[in-house]
């Protein structure tokens, strides 16, 4: 029971993937070695402030039955590491889906005028 919610965070990176490779939106958009990048970037940044909330004594580990009990520092479980990964990509995936929103919806319909 206690990599339950590991599961579950990696069950919803897979869900992005597939949002992703479906609609390419960020990784599957043609550009993965700059996709990786800001991925990266977002989670190195979201641990830092992770870590410097632990040191403020801002953020503290909750307990659950439903994790792991493994810790990347202390108060820093290994599963915040794949939900700060999840969020980034999360947000870059919905990045991506306006993207092709507003190019689909920004541009008139054929035998449509255009307003100048």
Known sequence: ???????????SIGCMVLLD???????FS????????VLAAGLVFFLAWDLLGIGLDIFYRGETQFMLGLELAPH?????????????????VLFGLLKVAATHYGRPRSGQAVER
């Open 76 to 92: 820093l479980p290994v599963e915040e590491a794949f939900f700060l990964a999840f969020l980034c990509y999360l947000t870059m």
């Open 30 to 37: 043609g550009a993965p070695l700059r996709a990786a990048v």
């Open 21 to 27: 490779h479906r609609f390419k939106l960020f990784f």
């Open 1 to 11: 029971m206690g990599v339950l919610y590991l599961l579950f965070l990696l069950a």
